[in-house]
Every structure is written in C-alpha cells, then in structure tokens.
C-alpha cells in the first residue's frame, strides 16, 4: 500500500488549503485514513481520523471546527480542508493507513505511512 501525500504550500494565517492523499490499493474502501503533523522537535500529532465508510470523522482538539476530513473512495483519495489556518498549524503533514477501526491517534496504530507534505503558515 502506497500513500501520496500532496497540496501543501506557503498560507497566510487565516486562510484555506486542501491536502490529499492518493492510495495505490485496489482494496481502498477497507482501509481507515488518518492525518498527522510533525514540527521539528516535537512528535507527530494526531489531526484527523476517517473509517473505510466514511460515515465517522474524527479530529484532535486544535483542530476542530476548523479542518474537515473526506474521501472519495472511487478516486482513492482522502482529503483534509484546512479553514482559517494559524501559524501553529505549520508542519510536515502525514497520511496514513490502518485496516482496524480502533485506536486512531497514535502513529504506531496504523501499518502505512506518506511521504509527507510542507504546510507554512505565515503570521
């Protein structure tokens, strides 16, 4: 299973931007998506978690109400809208992959990971 992350870039705070991530697996549909960050120094952080359905999101706190998880399972492709972006949301943005449901916001609980994708958030 191959994951692409891809849409980061240089924002101004307060803006919007839209990363996806593109998985290379016939069986896309049977597998869980989440979305980390990772800041030098620190340890990746848990942002945004959906099921195979896509019937049930999740988001860590610094994030809710502000970013939104998707997936188009006929594309292969989970997405994360970013809203009113702050500085501190800068970081190294991860996809990754697990097939269980639960136990969603650690790293060392999904089996695949992307190459990450930059976001900068300019203040």
């Known amino acids: 299973v191959q994951l692409q992350a891809s849409g980061g870039g240089l924002v101004q705070a307060g803006d919007s931007l839209r990363l996806s991530c593109e998985v290379s697996?016939?069986?896309?549909?049977?597998?869980?998506i989440g979305w980390f960050r990772q800041t030098q120094g620190k340890e990746r952080e848990f942002v945004a978690h959906?099921?195979?359905?896509?019937?049930?999101?999740f988001y860590g706190d610094s994030v809710k109400g502000r970013f939104t998880i998707s997936r188009e399972n006929a594309k292969n492709t989970v997405y994360l809208q970013m809203n009113n972006l702050h500085p501190e949301d800068t970081g190294v943005y991860y996809c990754?992959?697990?097939?269980?449901?639960?136990?969603?916001?650690?790293?060392?609980?999904?089996?695949?990971w992307g190459q990450g994708t930059l976001v900068t958030v300019s203040s």
């Open positions: 697996e016939v069986t896309f549909s049977s597998y869980n």
């Open positions: 990754a992959a697990k097939r269980t449901f639960l136990q969603y916001q650690r790293p060392d609980q999904y089996d695949y």
């Open positions: 959906i099921t195979r359905t896509g019937n049930s999101q």
